[in-house]
Structure formats: structure tokens, C-alpha cells
């Protein structure tokens, strides 16, 4: 009966009729009708009225006949207007074009025509002063500008409905003030709805939510339905997903207690959309295609139409035909005038890109992105904005124009943190993960854990920086969801470490993908996915259960030990059984990229299996003597140390040097941000140029300008000549801006406008000149915090923040400390004669055990002290002196029992270097559990220890 419920519409009452009793009827719960008399006397004929064949939808459609029985045929002594009340629409439009005497008037008939879907005939027999009606039917037809005009001519007479009608014109053309003009400050709910639905269009999510709270209470059952789906669409927006999926059920039972089928086709398109992103896809794809059955049937318009969020949907779960179709359809939904401007050529650009960084076709899809972000810029829509851009960035990748990705990744993820939108910060993020950017896995993870984003979050894990078991578990979720074409394009993106069977299924999939795809999206589809190709063809064996699980582990220990430079490939050798596997010389070729690796021996079929992912590891980390390794030849060698932390600054320095995009490097005091900039300049296109350091902090306010853009001679006191400023010496080279938070915000005005338009003005100059140079900047403060406050202008974050790099502290590479502390110790001495002092096990022991606030610059100073006080041999325990500087003492703790485990397994795994294997074993756990902790230590207290093995390159 439940099922039954949600296929009939409302105002559609059950009638089970039947010659005898039946048991099973006989409930409370039925009102029963005896009839008596004999079977010809029936009054349930169709009155010759007739049948389905010529009018849409099936034949419930509407009452058909309201008759008594006298002995004969029924007779309807029913006014034309009462059935009107009761929705006989199919009768009163019958007797219209029957011609009879007592049929209903032109007016009442051509309503009923509209709401039976004729809008064309309902116009023919409108009159000219019918403004309303002829309103609802041009909007029917796509004439919104007709349906304006009409309602406009109304003036004083237009009623509440006829006010909500022009609001909603007004709103799909983004003629926002215009609306809320209209709509007043009447606290009905139709008015209280679209003004919620503005806010959120202005990107003001919370305060829409919080006028929605305050008039709910007070809303009647009627207009209950659509306050609660636009509380589910703004809890949705917000991150509030839970929140959001109870606003949308209380939405679908109250519309259908209502007997409101306006509210609830859209109640279930809203449900459909909070169970799309929790993960429930099935049910969420049942929800639609219910809303748009009851929206076509009963030819109902909406400002979004369900078949909108249908596509999305059934192009997510690779039900191709379905989605074409669909895509067919919206068009014409949608309404030819509403189609082809405004709002809603917006919503068809960002749903052609949407489909098109699905199915890969990159710059076949470009176009509608780049149209929707100008657009909806434009039309002050942020948030659409920063999806367009989303795409945008995408489909770059796709292409390979990894510069123009970024950027607008960038510029997305920007957007969302001004409007607190989390759900597109994480897809951004994401985005960028899967490019090979710095972005933290285990961030994202959590963010999508904590939104309930069940589909990002097997995206996430299904990463290739994500350990090979986890990867393969999230990868098979994924098809199950079932989401195939995003399952297909991760997986393709390293799938040398997947077990065969997954890699079998997968590959399956993508063939009945193509076989129902266009010649083109089949071709594009194809090269998003062609590592699939490449790992179908090498025919290699692979290990299969406690095997694989221990092979993993060596070669985790093997990955983490060659990173530190106490590992060689003699040692992947053991543990594939190869006789030897080398960079040079013969054998078999296990790996041509990115470096070459051969192995001899017997069987091999391991070594071939392990051979791309080692080729990775044994490229990302330089070994002495070779190029990039630590010493002369390292390409940052003001960069100490050896840790992961540093190797992957060093990573994110090189591959960010070679752009001519600004950097914003953050950090904590101390941590070596100006070495940074110096190494970046280093090696960038502007090397030959001058490097041009800027303190921010240090130059006072008054000052600033003149410091940065030079003066002219008598701009001020005793200025005799033409002086020249930072910005201009920096030219063709680089400008460092340090400690850039301090700035004043005149400055960041004037200093953007030089990022714009490369043109400055010196201080009491009339004439502007050009200039080119590489920015830098840095700061030790949260800049999106300032953003949001008001002390740090947005427009200048967006272009500081392209890139951006993140300095470790000194606590996150403890392991640096003896590299670091004898670097300081040479450095000490090297103006003076003798060796240098030797520190001992205990000196380095005490250092690792401080906290380090002050980080590097701390311990170069405590270093510093500890030669002086040592006594030219040895630097011991009783050297090394730590200033009583109180920052933020450690109280002691009260947390749960399943905090203090976390971090209880989070600290034995910074014990052993990261190696998990050796944390299971000294925690007597499995690897399982250990990932279990690790992940909770993540989502409540940050990152894990960056030496676990899950965060080397290709693990």
C-alpha cells in the first residue's frame, strides 16, 4: 500500500468494489457502500464522455463524470464551477468542445485547458483583460516577457498570486531588487520563500535559513511544503546534510497529507537530491524520475524541473540513454524563451559541462563553462560561479593545460570559502588531489565524512596516493554505488597495484559505457580512461589474500626506507624474489616510466607487478650523487633535511618555480618561509632578474607607499630627486611581500591594481608606468579568516592564492633535527679554527622532545647557545638550553576513552618512523584497526605522522 501511495497522485481516492463479501476487507479502516439494484442500473459508465486517447496522461486525470442515478443515464446537476473546484478539468473541457447547452463559460474552460496542459488553446479563449490566466499560460509557453507585460497591466488589481508569479519572473532573470520589490515584506509564505530563494542566490545560505526558521512555526499546512523544501535546499548548501534529508520527508508527507501534487513533485525532487549526495543514489533516482512522471502527467512547471536533477543523476550512474533522453527533454520543460537567456541558458550551459568532465570531453564542453562563469558572474550567482569554474578547471585537465586548470580551481575553491559552501570546497580539493597537487588525502577524506558525502568519500580513498587494499575497497564501493564513470577515470589513473579481479570488472564496465556512447564521447571516454588499456594488457600475476596482504607491507617498509636513503633496489629485489633489479644494465624491463627499472632472475611476475609503483618512488626521491639529490646538485639546497615533509615541499617548490603564476607561502613563525621564496626565484624564469625582499611589518604604514612605489621629486620634504620604489627595482625579477597580513588595506588596493594591469604610479606622479616582475608573498596568518572579517580584501586573495605552498613546522619533521642541528653547528664554527663540536645521542634526544613554538629559527638559536656553553668537543645534554618563554602550556587532558586511544596509536606510529607494519605488531593489532584509529586521530585532531608509508609517492 505504501508503494501504491507513491505512484497515485493526490485527491485520487482507492476503490475496491466486489459482488460478495470479502474477509479480508472487512477492516475499520474501509467506509462501505451497499448498492442495491440491478446490474444495468450501475452508475459508474463514462457517460459517453470521451476516453483517454485524446488528452494527456492516463484517465485519471481529472474527474470524469459527478452524476446521480434516476432509473436511466446520469445526470450532472453539478455547477460548472463547483467541478472546476473539484479538478474536473477532462469533463468541463469535454462539455466545452461538445457544444452543448450548459456547458462552461470560455473563461472556465480555458483554465481548465491550461491545467491539462493547452496552454496555445487556453490563450485562443482568453480575453484581453484576463491577465493572470494569461500569464500562467505565456509562462506555460516560455513568453515570459508576455506574462510580464500582462501582469504589469494589472496593476492595483493583481492579487497575492498574480504577485508571485511576476517574483518568479523576475527571479529567473536575475532582476533580483525588481523581485523583492514585488514580494514586499508581507509574512506570507509564498513572499517569505522567494525571498529565501534570492538570498541564496546572492549567496547569503544562512541568512536565507534563518528567515525560513523564523516563519515556519507560523506557516500553515499549505505553504508548509515549500518552506520545508527550501530549508532542505539551504541545509543542503550549508554542509547540514542530515538536517536537510528530515526537512525533505517532513516536505513529502506534508504535501501528500495535503493532497498538494504541486508540492509534493517537488518535495520528491527535492528528497532526491539530499539522497543523491548522502550516497542512497537508487532511491534518490526513484525519487526523480517520480517527480518528473508526475510533472509531465500533469503538466505541471517548475523554475528547476525535475528532469534537471534526473540527468545529473542518471549521467552519475552511467544510464546513458536515459540521461540523452533526458537531456532532449529539459529544453522544452524549461520553456523556449526561458531556454534561451537568463537563468536558464545558465543552468543548460553548467549542466553540458557538468556531463562533460564525466564523460572527458574536455574542450568540447570548455565553451558552456566558460559561458556559465560569465554569466553567472554577471548575474551576482557566485555559487554557480564557482561550479562553472569547477568544470572549467576540470575540463583544463582533461586537456592538459595544467596552468589554466589551476587557476580556476583555485579561484572555485576561493569562492566557497567566502560563501562557507563546503560541499564545493571539497569537490575543488578534490579536484585538485586527483591533478597530483599538494592537497592532503586524508583532509579530504575527513571533510566528505563529516558533510556525509558518501560518494566523495569513496573518491577520495579511491585516489592513487591512497594505500593500495583501502584504494581497492573504495573503487569497488564506487561501482556498486554505482557510479562506473567516475569508478573507471580514478582507477585509470594508477592502476598497476589493483588486484586482477577488480581490474576485470572494471574494465567491463567501461565496455558497456562505450558501447552505448556516441562516437565521439566513446573516443574521449576512451583517453580519460586509457590506463585501463594499459593495465589490461600486461597479463602480469598478482598475489592474492594473507600474501598480499604481507607483500604490501614489505614493499611499504621498502618505499618508506629507499625515501630515507637507508633502502636500495637490492632490497625490492628480495622481496620479489628477482635475482637483482637495477636502473641500468640487462634483465627484463619492469617499469619504463618515469624512470627505466630492469630485474633478472626466475619469476618475475611480482617484480613486474610492483615494478611501475617502485619506478615512481625511486624518481621522487633523488639518491646521493645524482641529480636533486641532497648536496651540490640539490635544486633547494637552503632547504634542510630529509624528512617526507621536506621532500614534499621540495616537490611542490619545483613544480610550482617553473610558473609564472603568483605564490602565497604560509607557515608558522620560524619555519623558513623566506628560504622558500629564495629557492622558488632560484629557479624560476625570472632567476636572472633581481630577487627584491619586502617586510611588510616592518615598514610603517606612512612609509609603505613610498617605500613600494618610489616618489617623484618634492612629493615630500627635502626630496630632490626622482626616486624609484621595490615594485620598480623588482622588474623582470621577483617581489618577495613578507609578513604580507600586516598590509594596510589603501595598500592592497594599489597593490592589486599593479597585479591587474602591470602599471603603477609613483607617489606625486600624474604619469603611470609599466612594470613586470614575479610576486611572491607570505604570511603566518589565516588569510581566508581575514577575508571573511573584513580586513583582507578578496579580490587581492584570489590572486595572491593560486598557489599556494604550506612551510612544515619544525614538530612535523622531528626527524630533520640531527641534519639540522650539525648544519648549525658548522655553520657556527666555520668563521672560526678547529673542528667543529660533535652533538651526542642525548643532546639530540632532549632536542626531539621539545615543542619547538619558535621551530627552525628556534633551534638555530639553541644551537647557537649550546656551542658557546660546550666545550669545543662535544655538545651534551647540559648545552642545550631551551628559553622559558611560556606558549601555550599543555594542560593535561580530559577526553574519551577512544580519543586517548587515537592518539596513543598516532604517537607509537611517529615512534617507528611511520612503518605500520611495526606499529600493528607493537600495539597487537591489525592493519585494520590500525587504519581505524589513524583516521579517527585525522577527523579530530589533523593530520597523521607524514612518514606513513600511505603518503609516499605511488603508495
Same mark, same amino acid.
Given at each position: 500500500?505504501?508503494?501504491?501511495?507513491?505512484?497515485?497522485?493526490?485527491?485520487?481516492?482507492?476503490?475496491?468494489?466486489?459482488?460478495?463479501?470479502?474477509?479480508?476487507?472487512?477492516?475499520?479502516?474501509?467506509?462501505?457502500?451497499?448498492?442495491?439494484?440491478?446490474?444495468?442500473?450501475?452508475?459508474?459508465?463514462?457517460?459517453?464522455?470521451?476516453?483517454?486517447?485524446?488528452?494527456?496522461?492516463?484517465?485519471?486525470?481529472?474527474?470524469?463524470?459527478?452524476?446521480?442515478?434516476?432509473?436511466?443515464?446520469?445526470?450532472?446537476?453539478?455547477?460548472?464551477?463547483?467541478?472546476?473546484?473539484?479538478?474536473?478539468?477532462?469533463?468541463?473541457?469535454?462539455?466545452?468542445?461538445?457544444?452543448?447547452?450548459?456547458?462552461?463559460?470560455? !473563461?472556465?474552460?480555458?483554465?481548465?485547458?491550461?491545467?491539462?496542459?493547452?496552454?496555445?488553446?487556453?490563450?485562443?479563449?482568453?480575453?484581453?483583460?484576463?491577465?493572470?490566466?494569461?500569464?500562467?499560460?505565456?509562462?506555460?509557453?516560455?513568453?515570459?516577457?508576455?506574462?510580464?507585460?500582462?501582469?504589469?497591466?494589472?496593476?492595483?488589481?493583481? !492579487?497575492?498570486?498574480?504577485?508571485?508569479?511576476?517574483?518568479?519572473?523576475?527571479?529567473?532573470?536575475?532582476?533580483?531588487?525588481?523581485?523583492?520589490?514585488?514580494?514586499?515584506?508581507?509574512?506570507?509564505?509564498?513572499?517569505?520563500?522567494?525571498?529565501?530563494?534570492?538570498?541564496?542566490?546572492?549567496? @547569503?545560505?544562512?541568512?536565507?535559513?534563518?528567515?525560513?526558521?523564523?516563519?515556519?512555526?507560523?506557516?500553515?499546512?499549505?505553504?508548509?511544503?515549500?518552506?520545508?523544501?527550501?530549508?532542505?535546499?539551504?541545509?543542503?548548501?550549508?554542509?547540514?546534510?542530515?538536517?536537510?534529508?528530515?526537512?525533505?520527508?517532513?516536505?513529502?508527507?506534508?504535501?501528500?497529507?495535503?493532497?498538494?501534487?504541486?508540492?509534493?513533485?517537488?518535495?520528491?525532487?527535492?528528497?532526491?537530491?539530499?539522497?543523491?549526495?548522502?550516497?542512497?543514489? @537508487?532511491?534518490?533516482?526513484?525519487?526523480?524520475?517520480?517527480?518528473?512522471?508526475?510533472?509531465?502527467?500533469?503538466? /505541471?512547471?517548475?523554475?528547476?524541473?525535475?528532469?534537471?536533477?534526473?540527468?545529473?543523476?542518471?549521467?552519475?550512474?552511467?544510464?546513458?540513454?536515459?540521461?540523452?533522453? /533526458?537531456?532532449?527533454?529539459?529544453?522544452?520543460?524549461?520553456?523556449?524563451?526561458?531556454?534561451?537567456?537568463?537563468?536558464?541558458?545558465?543552468?543548460?550551459?553548467?549542466?553540458?559541462?557538468?556531463?562533460?568532465?564525466?564523460?572527458?570531453?574536455?574542450?568540447?564542453?570548455?565553451?558552456?563553462?566558460?559561458?556559465?562563469?560569465?554569466?553567472?558572474?554577471?548575474?551576482?550567482?557566485?555559487?554557480?560561479?564557482?561550479?562553472?569554474?569547477?568544470? @572549467?578547471?576540470?575540463?583544463?585537465?582533461?586537456?592538459?593545460?595544467?596552468?589554466?586548470?589551476?587557476?580556476?580551481?583555485?579561484?572555485?575553491?576561493?569562492?566557497?570559502?567566502?560563501?562557507?559552501?563546503?560541499?564545493?570546497?571539497?569537490?575543488?580539493?578534490?579536484?585538485?588531489?586527483?591533478?597530483?597537487?599538494?592537497?592532503?588525502?586524508?583532509?579530504?577524506?575527513?571533510?566528505?565524512?563529516?558533510?556525509?558525502?558518501?560518494?566523495?568519500?569513496?573518491?577520495?580513498?579511491?585516489?592513487?596516493?591512497?594505500?593500495?587494499?583501502?584504494?581497492?575497497?573504495?573503487?569497488?564501493?564506487?561501482?556498486?554505488?554505482?557510479?562506473?564513470?567516475?569508478?573507471?577515470?580514478?582507477?585509470?589513473?594508477?592502476?598497476?597495484?589493483?588486484?586482477?579481479?577488480?581490474?576485470?570488472?572494471?574494465?567491463?564496465?567501461?565496455?558497456?559505457? /562505450?558501447?552505448?556512447?556516441?562516437?565521439?564521447?566513446?573516443?574521449?571516454?576512451?583517453?580519460?580512461?586509457?590506463?585501463?588499456?594499459?593495465?589490461?594488457?600486461?597479463?602480469?600475476?598478482?598475489?592474492?589474500?594473507?600474501?598480499?596482504?604481507?607483500?604490501?607491507?614489505?614493499?611499504?617498509?621498502?618505499?618508506?626506507?629507499?625515501?630515507?636513503?637507508?633502502?636500495?633496489?637490492?632490497?625490492?629485489?628480495?622481496?620479489?624474489?628477482?635475482?637483482?633489479?637495477?636502473?641500468?644494465?640487462?634483465?627484463?624491463?619492469?617499469?619504463?616510466?618515469?624512470?627505466?627499472?630492469?630485474?633478472?632472475?626466475?619469476?618475475?611476475?611480482?617484480?613486474?607487478?610492483?615494478?611501475?609503483?617502485?619506478?615512481?618512488?625511486?624518481?621522487?626521491?633523488?639518491?646521493?650523487?645524482?641529480?636533486?639529490?641532497?648536496?651540490?646538485?640539490?635544486?633547494?639546497?637552503?632547504?634542510?633535511?630529509?624528512?617526507?615533509?621536506?621532500?614534499?615541499?621540495?616537490?611542490?617548490?619545483?613544480?610550482?618555480?617553473?610558473?609564472?603564476?603568483?605564490?602565497?607561502?604560509?607557515?608558522?613563525?620560524?619555519?623558513?618561509?623566506?628560504?622558500?621564496?629564495?629557492?622558488?626565484?632560484?629557479?624560476?624564469?625570472?632567476?636572472?632578474?633581481?630577487?627584491?625582499?619586502?617586510?611588510?611589518?616592518?615598514?610603517?604604514?606612512?612609509?609603505?607607499?613610498?617605500?613600494?612605489?618610489?616618489?617623484?621629486?618634492?612629493?615630500?620634504?627635502?626630496?630632490?630627486?626622482?626616486?624609484?620604489?621595490?615594485?620598480?627595482?623588482?622588474?623582470?625579477?621577483?617581489?618577495?611581500?613578507?609578513?604580507?597580513?600586516?598590509?594596510?588595506?589603501?595598500?592592497?588596493?594599489? /597593490?592589486?591594481?599593479?597585479?591587474?594591469?602591470?602599471?603603477?604610479?609613483?607617489?606625486?606622479?600624474?604619469?603611470?608606468?609599466?612594470?613586470?616582475?614575479?610576486?611572491?608573498?607570505?604570511?603566518?596568518?589565516?588569510?581566508?579568516?581575514?577575508?571573511?572579517?573584513?580586513?583582507?580584501?578578496?579580490?587581492?586573495?584570489?590572486?595572491?592564492?593560486?598557489?599556494?605552498?604550506?612551510?612544515?613546522?619544525?614538530?612535523?619533521?622531528?626527524?630533520?633535527?640531527?641534519?639540522?642541528?650539525?648544519?648549525?653547528?658548522?655553520?657556527?664554527?666555520?668563521?672560526?679554527?678547529?673542528?667543529?663540536?660533535?652533538?651526542?645521542?642525548?643532546?639530540?634526544?632532549?632536542?626531539?622532545?621539545?615543542?619547538?613554538?619558535?621551530?627552525?629559527?628556534?633551534?638555530?638559536?639553541?644551537?647557537?647557545?649550546?656551542?658557546?656553553?660546550?666545550?669545543?668537543?662535544?655538545?651534551?645534554?647540559?648545552?642545550?638550553?631551551?628559553?622559558?618563554?611560556?606558549?601555550?602550556?599543555?594542560?593535561?587532558?580530559?577526553?574519551?576513552?577512544?580519543?586517548?586511544?587515537?592518539?596513543?596509536?598516532?604517537?607509537?606510529?611517529?615512534?617507528?618512523?611511520?612503518?605500520?607494519?611495526?606499529?600493528?605488531?607493537?600495539?597487537?593489532?591489525?592493519?585494520?584497526?590500525?587504519?581505524?584509529?589513524?583516521?579517527?586521530?585525522?577527523?579530530?585532531?589533523?593530520?597523521?605522522?607524514?612518514?606513513?608509508?600511505?603518503?609516499?609517492?605511488?603508495?
Amino acid at each position: 500500500m505504501k508503494e501504491l501511495a507513491e505512484v497515485l497522485p493526490p485527491r485520487l481516492c482507492l476503490v475496491l468494489s466486489s459482488g460478495t463479501p470479502v474477509e479480508w476487507l472487512e477492516t475499520g479502516d474501509l467506509h462501505h457502500v451497499d448498492l442495491t439494484g440491478q446490474a444495468e442500473e450501475s452508475a459508474d459508465l463514462p457517460c459517453g464522455i470521451p476516453g483517454a486517447s485524446g488528452w494527456p496522461g492516463p484517465s485519471w486525470l481529472g474527474a470524469r463524470r459527478r452524476g446521480i442515478m434516476t432509473g436511466g443515464e446520469p445526470e450532472m446537476p453539478v455547477e460548472p464551477q463547483t467541478l472546476l473546484s473539484e479538478g474536473a478539468f477532462r469533463e468541463l473541457a469535454a462539455a466545452w468542445d461538445s457544444g452543448e447547452p450548459g456547458r462552461p463559460d470560455s !473563461t472556465t474552460a480555458a483554465e481548465c485547458f491550461l491545467e491539462l496542459g493547452f496552454p496555445e488553446r487556453s490563450l485562443e479563449l482568453l480575453a484581453a483583460d484576463a491577465g493572470e490566466l494569461r500569464a500562467r499560460a505565456s509562462i506555460q509557453l516560455g513568453m515570459n516577457r508576455e506574462a510580464e507585460a500582462a501582469l504589469r497591466a494589472l496593476g492595483q488589481r493583481r !492579487t497575492q498570486a498574480g504577485d508571485l508569479l511576476l517574483a518568479d519572473i523576475l527571479i529567473s532573470d536575475a532582476r533580483f531588487d525588481e523581485a523583492l520589490e514585488v514580494l514586499g515584506e508581507a509574512a506570507e509564505f509564498g513572499r517569505i520563500e522567494r525571498r529565501a530563494r534570492i538570498l541564496d542566490l546572492l549567496g @547569503r545560505p544562512s541568512q536565507a535559513l534563518e528567515l525560513i526558521d523564523s516563519e515556519l512555526p507560523a506557516t500553515s499546512e499549505r505553504g508548509r511544503a515549500d518552506l520545508l523544501c527550501t530549508k532542505s535546499t539551504l541545509m543542503m548548501r550549508l554542509g547540514f546534510y542530515e538536517d536537510a534529508l528530515k526537512a525533505a520527508d517532513e516536505a513529502v508527507n506534508v504535501s501528500r497529507s495535503a493532497a498538494d501534487l504541486a508540492a509534493l513533485t517537488r518535495s520528491l525532487q527535492e528528497r532526491g537530491r539530499v539522497r543523491e549526495v548522502t550516497g542512497a543514489w @537508487r532511491e534518490a533516482l526513484d525519487d526523480c524520475r517520480m517527480a518528473v512522471f508526475h510533472c509531465e502527467e500533469n503538466g /505541471l512547471r517548475f523554475a528547476r524541473p525535475p528532469h534537471i536533477d534526473c540527468f545529473v543523476l542518471a549521467t552519475r550512474m552511467g544510464l546513458l540513454s536515459e540521461s540523452e533522453a /533526458l537531456w532532449r527533454t529539459i529544453p522544452a520543460v524549461m520553456g523556449r524563451t526561458e531556454a534561451s537567456s537568463g537563468p536558464g541558458r545558465l543552468t543548460l550551459d553548467m549542466l553540458e559541462a557538468c556531463a562533460g568532465t564525466l564523460l572527458g570531453r574536455g574542450a568540447r564542453a570548455m565553451a558552456a563553462a566558460e559561458r556559465g562563469a560569465a554569466a553567472a558572474a554577471s548575474m551576482s550567482m557566485p555559487l554557480r560561479q564557482g561550479l562553472c569554474l569547477l568544470y @572549467r578547471g576540470i575540463l583544463m585537465m582533461q586537456e592538459g593545460e595544467m596552468e589554466e586548470a589551476v587557476q580556476s580551481l583555485r579561484h572555485a575553491r576561493s569562492i566557497a570559502g567566502l560563501l562557507g559552501d563546503r560541499h564545493l570546497e571539497l569537490l575543488a580539493d578534490l579536484a585538485q588531489a586527483q591533478a597530483g597537487l599538494p592537497v592532503e588525502t586524508a583532509r579530504i577524506t575527513a571533510l566528505a565524512s563529516d558533510l556525509g558525502l558518501a560518494a566523495e568519500v569513496l573518491e577520495s580513498r579511491s585516489l592513487p596516493a591512497v594505500e593500495p587494499g583501502e584504494r581497492a575497497e573504495a573503487l569497488g564501493a564506487l561501482l556498486d554505488l554505482p557510479s562506473p564513470l567516475r569508478a573507471c577515470e580514478l582507477a585509470s589513473l594508477s592502476p598497476e597495484m589493483l588486484p586482477e579481479r577488480l581490474l576485470t570488472r572494471l574494465s567491463r564496465t567501461r565496455d558497456e559505457l /562505450l558501447s552505448v556512447m556516441s562516437d565521439e564521447d566513446a573516443e574521449s571516454f576512451r583517453a580519460l580512461t586509457r590506463g585501463l588499456d594499459a593495465a589490461r594488457g600486461t597479463g602480469r600475476p598478482f598475489v592474492t589474500g594473507g600474501q598480499a596482504v604481507e607483500t604490501l607491507r614489505s614493499f611499504s617498509s621498502w618505499a618508506l626506507g629507499f625515501s630515507r636513503g637507508i633502502e636500495d633496489l637490492s632490497g625490492l629485489a628480495r622481496i620479489t624474489g628477482a635475482d637483482e633489479i637495477s636502473a641500468e644494465g640487462d634483465g627484463e624491463i619492469i617499469a619504463d616510466s618515469p624512470v627505466p627499472l630492469r630485474a633478472s632472475g626466475g619469476d618475475l611476475g611480482l617484480a613486474r607487478a610492483l615494478g611501475p609503483a617502485a619506478a615512481v618512488i625511486a624518481a621522487s626521491v633523488p639518491r646521493r650523487g645524482e641529480p636533486g639529490a641532497a648536496g651540490d646538485d640539490d635544486p633547494f639546497p637552503e632547504i634542510a633535511g630529509s624528512s617526507p615533509a621536506v621532500i614534499r615541499l621540495k616537490e611542490e617548490m619545483a613544480k610550482a618555480a617553473p610558473l609564472s603564476l603568483p605564490i602565497l607561502i604560509t607557515g608558522e613563525t620560524g619555519t623558513g618561509k623566506d628560504l622558500v621564496a629564495r629557492g622558488i626565484h632560484r629557479r624560476s624564469r625570472s632567476a636572472h632578474g633581481p630577487f627584491v625582499p619586502v617586510d611588510c611589518g616592518a615598514i610603517p604604514e606612512t612609509l609603505l607607499e613610498s617605500e613600494l612605489f618610489g616618489a617623484r621629486r618634492g612629493a615630500y620634504t627635502d626630496l630632490r630627486a626622482d626616486r624609484s620604489g621595490l615594485v620598480e627595482s623588482a622588474s623582470g625579477g621577483t617581489l618577495f611581500l613578507d609578513e604580507m597580513g600586516n598590509l594596510a588595506q589603501a595598500m592592497q588596493v594599489k /597593490l592589486l591594481r599593479v597585479l591587474e594591469t602591470g602599471r603603477f604610479r609613483r607617489l606625486g606622479d600624474s604619469a603611470e608606468q609599466e612594470v613586470a616582475f614575479r610576486l611572491l608573498a607570505a604570511t603566518n596568518s589565516d588569510l581566508s579568516s581575514a577575508v571573511a572579517a573584513g580586513r583582507f580584501r578578496a579580490d587581492l586573495y584570489y590572486r595572491l592564492a593560486v598557489v599556494v605552498i604550506r612551510t612544515p613546522s619544525l614538530r612535523e619533521r622531528l626527524q630533520d633535527i640531527p641534519d639540522l642541528a650539525r648544519r648549525f653547528v658548522v655553520e657556527m664554527r666555520s668563521a672560526e679554527a678547529g673542528d667543529p663540536p660533535s652533538v651526542t645521542a642525548g643532546a639530540l634526544r632532549r632536542l626531539a622532545m621539545h615543542s619547538w613554538p619558535g621551530n627552525v629559527r628556534e633551534l638555530r638559536n639553541v644551537i647557537q647557545r649550546a656551542v658557546l656553553l660546550s666545550d669545543g668537543r662535544l655538545i651534551t645534554e647540559r648545552e642545550i638550553v631551551f628559553e622559558d618563554i611560556p606558549v601555550n602550556p599543555i594542560l593535561p587532558r580530559l577526553e574519551s576513552i577512544e580519543d586517548a586511544v587515537a592518539r596513543h596509536v598516532h604517537l607509537v606510529l611517529e615512534s617507528v618512523a611511520g612503518n605500520r607494519a611495526r606499529a600493528a605488531e607493537i600495539l597487537e593489532c591489525d592493519p585494520k584497526t590500525l587504519r581505524k584509529y589513524l583516521s579517527l586521530y585525522e577527523s579530530r585532531f589533523g593530520n597523521p605522522s607524514r612518514g606513513s608509508a600511505r603518503e609516499l609517492p605511488g603508495l
